[in-house]
């Protein structure tokens, strides 16, 4: 965010500070631990952070589990890698399952005071009686119970007497509220469910807007930012921190990030995992942190990528391609550049010695001049890409066809002095010869081509992605969004030829394969066999689409 206008949350912010309404400023960030994060959620963690740090304040990473049914411990565990991972470190690490027993004595004050009751309603007499934006609601007739009477029961609801949905506790508002969600809302609710912390001790569980200001008060929050979806429960947020007369937090909302060609909710992505239309949440086709991790997004991209984005009020859907960009522009600074030829067709030049190889040097990175060159063999027999050499090429190509000259990158020019096609047609071999320093001197040469040498190559497998989705908001189209799924969002190359220094190239680094794009090391390599995942081309391919 830095060098860019102030966002309304920091004008916010500022005016606070100078006012002295408080003198540090306290965040947090609270995922529910019931799927892996998502860009969205990247979004969230550099606000979040990122204005505790750019304010000298402090972020709290706090878990929202209270829904024992979704959540478990593997989630809790990749939250927090992924949150380290972008560049963050929380000042305290809470989950609001540590304030269960805090929660349940607010409830009880909150009884005490007159102000919530058990309903035997079920839920769905509770949303037949909750009436609408014309027409208030019905109260329920266990609405005016004696506060011991309320008192024993919510007792009695903690101790396990009732079967789900038996009873609920309500707080006590105002059945014809403009605001639906003022309709005594839902604080409480019997769920007899193994919780992945509190184990068994529970059976009663906290309603999202009973647990969430009354989390961010204990903690002090001072300015709990939240999406735009929320927007109507600030009233009940601020009534029930006024009713319980705890710390004032205060409730913010922005709008929610999305991203084209991708579906952004934890339920539509674990649907994804579930029916293995990918690999897993960290499938490098997914909009998840883990995903984008493995797919060879750097932290820095996804940090400058949600500032370009910026915040706002207005949700709106953010183009995959400035997504892609901020990668390309981090990789071009950092990615050593190496040659890998996908698509191999042999070419031979005839007047090199057969079985002798020479090093030539090689920049590992022309952005980046302090890592020097790499020394590669080169001999008589070199793979090139198949699409690097026409028969009959039309006026504008530039690589290699009959009596064409071409740079072969760090190595010298070649002249094509004939080629060999197999009994199917195609392109079998290309012979060429090496042009002298003589020779050279009286041709000119437009192209530049990458080449792997056949003798020491090592061989590798290939993953392409492309988007997802075939249409730019699946989530929207009519019908199941899984329709929508891109079948050929993975092509799988099995045998590429790679420089062989890359052989010692580790899990998760990241290279420039000359002319193809970005390339790291995915985690399903062995060492039998190394995997790059393509992390993204070198230009926007869907520009012109
Ligand atoms: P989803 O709907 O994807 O499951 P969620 O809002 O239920 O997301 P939480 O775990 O509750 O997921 O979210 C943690 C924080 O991240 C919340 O403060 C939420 O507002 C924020 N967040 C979630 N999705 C986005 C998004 N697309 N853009 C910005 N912030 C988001
Ligand atoms: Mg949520």
Same mark, same amino acid.
């Given at each position: ?20 309404? &408080? ?33 000298? *304040?402090?972020?709290?990473? +706090? ?5 024992? =049914? ?14 380290? @991972? ?67 029961? #919510? ?27 003022? +309709? ?7 769920? !007899?469910?193994? !919780? ?13 807007? #009973? ?6 008060? /204990? ?10 979806? #929320?927007?109507? !429960? ?35 992505? =674990? ?22 991790? +493995? +797919? ?45 030829? =996908? ?39 070199? @793979?090139?890409?198949?699409?690097? #050499? ?23 020019? /070649?002249?094509?002095? *004939? ?31 990458? @080449? ?44 590429? &030829? ?48």
């Amino acid at each position: 965010m830095e060098g860019q206008a102030n966002n309304f949350l920091e004008d916010i912010i500022e005016k606070h500070l100078e006012e002295g309404k &408080y003198d540090s400023i306290q965040t947090r960030f609270p995922p529910e631990p019931n799927g892996y994060l998502h860009i969205g959620h990247a979004a969230s963690i550099c606000l979040n952070f990122g204005l505790a740090k750019k304010y000298g *304040g402090k972020c709290n990473l +706090r878990f929202d589990d209270t829904n024992p =049914l979704a959540e478990e411990t593997e989630y809790v565990e990749s939250i927090q890698e992924d949150v380290k @991972w972008l560049g963050f470190q929380w000042d305290q690490l809470f989950f609001t399952s540590d304030y269960f027993e805090t929660l349940y004595g607010y409830a009880v004050d909150l009884i005490k005071k007159g102000l919530a009751y058990v309903d035997d309603l079920s839920a769905e007499e509770i949303a037949a009686t909750k009436g609408n934006m014309e027409k208030p609601g019905v109260e329920s007739p266990h609405r005016n119970r004696s506060i011991e009477e309320n008192l024993q029961l #919510f007792a009695n609801m903690r101790a396990g007497k009732y079967q789900d949905g038996e009873k609920v506790l309500r707080a006590k508002i105002d059945m014809s509220h403009p605001n639906l969600l003022m +309709r005594d809302p839902l604080l409480y609710r019997i769920k !007899h469910a193994h !919780h992945h912390r509190t184990g068994d001790k529970w059976c009663i569980y906290p309603m999202y807007d #009973f647990a969430h200001g009354q989390s961010d008060s /204990i903690e002090k929050v001072t300015h709990s930012i939240c999406t735009l979806e #929320f927007i109507h !429960h600030r009233p009940l947020y601020d009534w029930l921190i006024d009713k319980l007369e705890i710390y004032p937090s205060h409730q913010y909302e922005f709008a929610r990030r999305n991203l084209d060609y991708t579906v952004m909710s934890k339920r539509r992505l =674990l649907q994804l995992v579930n029916e293995k239309h990918v690999s897993g949440w960290d499938d490098p086709r997914m909009p998840t942190v883990s995903g984008l991790r +493995r +797919r060879g997004y750097t932290p820095k991209s996804i940090r400058d990528f949600v500032a370009s984005m910026g915040i706002s009020k207005r949700e709106n859907s953010v183009d995959m391609g400035l997504l892609e960009s901020c990668l390309r522009n981090d990789l071009n600074k950092e990615a050593l550049r190496r040659m890998a030829v =996908l698509d191999p067709v042999k070419l031979i030049i005839t007047n090199l010695p057969d079985g002798q190889n020479e090093m030539v040097s090689s920049e590992n990175n022309p952005e980046k001049p302090e890592t020097g060159d790499r020394k590669i063999p080169f001999g008589r027999e070199v @793979w090139i890409e198949r699409e690097d #050499f026409m028969e009959e090429p039309p006026k504008k190509y530039f690589r290699l066809g009959p009596d064409r000259v071409v740079r072969l990158k760090s190595a010298g020019i /070649i002249r094509c002095t *004939g080629f060999k096609k197999d009994e199917k047609g195609e392109i079998e071999e290309i012979y060429c010869e090496l042009l002298t320093d003589e020779q050279v001197g009286e041709v000119k040469v437009k192209g530049t081509i990458h @080449w792997v040498n056949v003798s020491t190559a090592k061989t590798a497998e290939i993953r392409l992605y492309d988007r997802l989705f075939t249409v730019a908001d699946p989530a929207k189209q009519e019908g199941d969004f899984k329709e929508y799924i891109n079948p050929d969002s993975l092509v799988t190359i099995h045998t590429a &030829y790679i420089e062989p220094c890359l052989a010692e190239a580790q899990v998760g680094d990241s290279f420039q394969f000359l002319r193809k794009g970005y390339f790291c090391v995915d985690k399903d390599s062995s060492e039998k066999k190394l995997i790059f995942n393509r992390s993204v081309g070198l230009k926007d391919a869907w520009v012109n689409k």
